[in-house]
Nanobody, 125 residues
Framework: QVQLVESGGGLVQAGGSLRLSCAAS????????MGWFRQAPGKEREFAAA????????DYADSVKGRFTISRDNAKNTVYLQMNILKPEDTAVYYC??????????????????WGQGAQVTVSS
């Protein structure tokens, strides 16, 4: 059974930092590109960041570029999202997702095969 489990969410002050982790099991991790998406109350789920199978290629939404960093450790079957200079508008449930890879990274949620349950991130002003 494939499972993606997020951890590291919580409450942080504006300007602070938080690191999310997503541990994968039940799949060959290095065969999958990984992504982070987020959904605020009353809004559509939106793309935040993606990383290819090796970690050599990344993609970021304009809203997080320069502040967030996606990375992965294939030996630990884990993908990370380091979030710096957090803003109140970053408040959302953050989901990790896995997609059996090809050469192209995707920003489209429906292209991903597996999803975690989500982690709440709240940024206070």
């Amino acid at each position: 059974q494939v499972q993606l489990v997020e951890s590291g969410g919580g409450l942080v002050q504006a300007g602070g930092s938080l690191r999310l982790s997503c541990a994968a099991s039940g799949l060959t991790f290095s065969k999958y590109a990984m992504g982070w998406f987020r959904q605020a109350p009353g809004k559509e789920r939106e793309f935040a960041a993606a990383i290819n199978w090796s970690g050599g290629s990344t993609d970021y939404a304009d809203s997080v570029k320069g502040r967030f960093t996606i990375s992965r450790d294939n030996a630990k079957n884990t993908v990370y999202l380091q979030m710096n200079i957090l803003k109140p508008e970053d408040t959302a449930v953050y989901y990790c997702a896995a997609r059996e890879t090809n050469a192209i990274l995707s920003r489209v949620p429906s292209w991903y095969d597996y999803w975690g349950q989500g982690a709440q991130v709240t940024v206070s002003s």
